[in-house]
């Protein structure tokens, strides 16, 4: 009897032994499942947020890059009057307004000296011929009345030229060399001023730099630190005041040429006709004494 309940308790113990083995295991199992679930779970999640992180940058970039192209665009559509007047008020009202008075000054002198010997030229050809037709046809008086009609220094020295013809040849031609001298005076009104300017205005533009360049060292001493905005910044303005001062004296410069090549062109042409009418004035003074 002993013996067989020895035996129904050992069949009994391995039953349910092998039972808990198989429920601990299955347990296992699930809890390994689960692990690897959450584990995916986990892995598929940051992939999702790595995803979202990826095009939420791909959007900024993009942004980005399409505001830079939007700037690049507004920059390309300012014009040149707008960055020079941005430029303008970034060099300071104090050497950038005595820069910009030389500039209207000279401008004003250019046109008032343009317009002046635009007006003084004269078809010396075409005078010379009508003064020649009035000495045959009336005389030393018909040819005045020609030169008084006539605008320009030529005509003025033809006057004068006639004027004293009645003194003799050599009078004439000292009569016409001073009163040449008198309008070549004319010419070159205001000229002087016109160069003045031009040597003004680098000057006025480079003593801007220098004095923004000591308020920069002053700025930098006062910080005890040398900051590069800080620098750039001082020497930046400093220098605009260099680039306008070679800008106006660049303007300047072009339109001098022009009126020294203009002075030039009508002197000589007032040389050609001033030894043509004292021609003139010999042949018809000869044709007087034949007669």
């Known amino acids: 009897m002993k013996k067989l309940l020895t035996l129904f308790a050992l069949a009994?113990?391995?039953?349910?032994?092998?039972?808990?083995?198989?429920?601990?295991?299955?347990?296992?199992?699930a809890a390994m499942e689960e692990t690897a679930t959450e584990m995916v779970d986990s892995a598929a999640?940051?992939?999702?947020?790595?995803?979202?992180e990826a095009a939420a940058a791909e959007k900024e970039a993009?942004?980005?890059?399409?505001?830079?192209?939007e700037t690049e665009v507004v920059e390309e559509?300012?014009?040149?009057?707008?960055?020079?007047?941005e430029k303008f008020i970034e060099g300071g009202p104090e050497f950038m307004g005595i820069v910009l008075l030389c500039l209207i000054l000279g401008l004003a002198i250019v046109i008032e000296r343009i317009i002046y010997l635009n007006m003084a030229t004269t078809n010396s050809t075409k005078l010379l011929a009508n003064v020649e037709d009035a000495l045959n046809s009336g005389g030393v008086d018909a040819a005045k009345e020609v030169c008084r009609n006539t605008s320009g220094?030529?005509?003025?020295?033809?006057?004068?030229?006639?004027?004293?013809?009645?003194?003799?040849?050599?009078?004439?031609e000292k009569s016409v060399i001073s009163y040449g001298s008198v309008q070549m005076g004319l010419l070159e009104k205001g000229v002087s001023w016109i160069s003045l300017f031009i040597a003004l205005a680098p000057m006025l533009g480079f003593m801007g730099t220098v004095?923004?360049?000591?308020?920069?060292?002053?700025?930098?001493?006062?910080?005890?630190?040398?900051?590069?905005?800080?620098?750039?910044?001082g020497i930046k303005i400093a220098l605009l005041t260099t680039v306008f001062g070679l800008i106006v004296a660049i303007i300047l410069q072009i339109f001098y040429n022009y009126?020294?090549?203009?002075?030039?062109?009508?002197?000589?042409?007032?040389?050609?006709a001033s030894i043509s009418l004292i021609d003139l004035l010999v042949v018809h003074e000869l044709k007087n004494k034949k007669a």
């Open 45 to 52: 999640m940051a992939a999702e947020k790595a995803a979202e």
């Open 77 to 85: 559509e300012k014009s040149f009057h707008q960055v020079l007047k």
């Open 12 to 29: 009994s113990f391995l039953t349910f032994g092998v039972s808990n083995s198989a429920m601990a295991q299955d347990g296992e199992e």
């Open 259 to 272: 009126i020294v090549a203009k002075v030039d062109s009508i002197v000589n042409d007032m040389e050609n």
């Open 153 to 172: 220094p030529v005509a003025s020295i033809f006057y004068q030229g006639l004027d004293r013809s009645h003194e003799g040849v050599e009078m004439v």
């Open 211 to 233: 004095i923004g360049m000591i308020g920069a060292f002053d700025a930098i001493e006062a910080a005890g630190d040398i900051s590069p905005s800080l620098v750039a910044g």
């Open 62 to 69: 993009m942004d980005a890059e399409k505001e830079a192209e």
